[in-house]
C-alpha cells in the first residue's frame, strides 16, 4: 500500500528556490532527516514526499530510497528523491516539526490533472485562499 510523506520546505519560498538550491545536488537528491520513517516499505510503493511553501503544499518529489548513513558518530536517515518536480494543486497547511505521513487520499492533486500548471505560485495562493480554486 503506498504512503507519502509531508515535510516544510525551510529555507525555500518557492519551487524556483529549491530547484536553485539544488543545482549542485547529486543525482538523486539526498534528504536526511534524524528520525527514519518505520513505515519505510509503503513509502517506497510509488510514494512521493509533499513539499509545504509558506503554509501550501506546492509540489511533490517521488521517493526513491530510505536508508541510514553516520556522520559525526551519529546516525541519520537519508531518503533519495526524483530530481524531477510535480507540481500539485496548491492546499493549505499548518506549519510542523520534522515529516509527517500523509495518506494518497488526503494527498493533493497534480496540477497535470486537475489544469493550471503554468499558474504562478502567488497567483494560485491567492485564488485559493479566496476559495477560487
Known amino acids: 500500500m ?4 509531508i515535510r ?3 529555507g525555500c519560498d518557492t519551487i524556483e528556490d529549491l530547484v536553485a ?8 537528491w539526498p534528504l536526511f532527516t534524524r528520525m ?3 513505515r519505510a516499505e509503503e513509502l517506497l510503493d510509488g510514494g512521493s514526499l509533499y513539499r509545504i511553501f ?7 518529489q517521488r521517493i526513491l530510497s530510505v ?9 541519520h536517515c537519508r531518503i533519495d528523491l526524483e530530481p524531477r518536480i510535480i507540481r500539485v494543486a496548491p492546499t493549505p497547511r499548518r506549519a510542523f516539526q520534522g515529516w509527517r505521513y500523509l495518506d494518497p487520499a488526503d494527498a493533493p492533486p497534480d496540477l497535470d490533472e486537475t489544469g ?7 497567483l494560485a495562493r491567492r485564488l485559493r485562499e479566496a476559495g477560487a480554486w
Open 67 to 75: 536508508g541510514r548513513v553516520e556522520a559525526g558518530g551519529e546516525s
Open 21 to 28: 538550491w539544488h543545482q549542485d545536488s547529486p543525482d538523486p
Open 8 to 10: 516544510l520546505c525551510v
Open 2 to 5: 503506498t504512503l507519502h510523506m
Open 116 to 122: 493550471g500548471g503554468d499558474l504562478p505560485d502567488e
Open 36 to 38: 527514519a520513517p518505520k
Open 54 to 60: 509558506r503554509g501550501l503544499i506546492l509540489c511533490r
